[in-house]
């Protein structure tokens, strides 16, 4: 691996422990689970744009 490609992976390690907090889980459901499906789509959008953005 790429030095580029482990600061990549540290990084977005750091964002998914930091987003899988129950906190955010919890006021996911409260506003709904549209709101929820559209948020984790987000989420996967950005983790795959900065994947293919660092290659």
């Known amino acids: 691996m790429k030095v580029n490609s482990i ?4 990084v977005l390690s750091a964002l998914l ?5 129950c906190n955010i889980v919890e006021g996911i459901f409260k506003a709904g689970i549209w709101v929820g499906i559209l948020f984790v ?3 996967i959008a950005l983790v795959i744009f900065l994947i293919s953005k660092f290659r």
């Open 7 to 10: 600061k990549v992976l540290s």
């Open 17 to 21: 422990i930091a987003l899988s907090s």
């Open 41 to 43: 789509a987000g989420i």
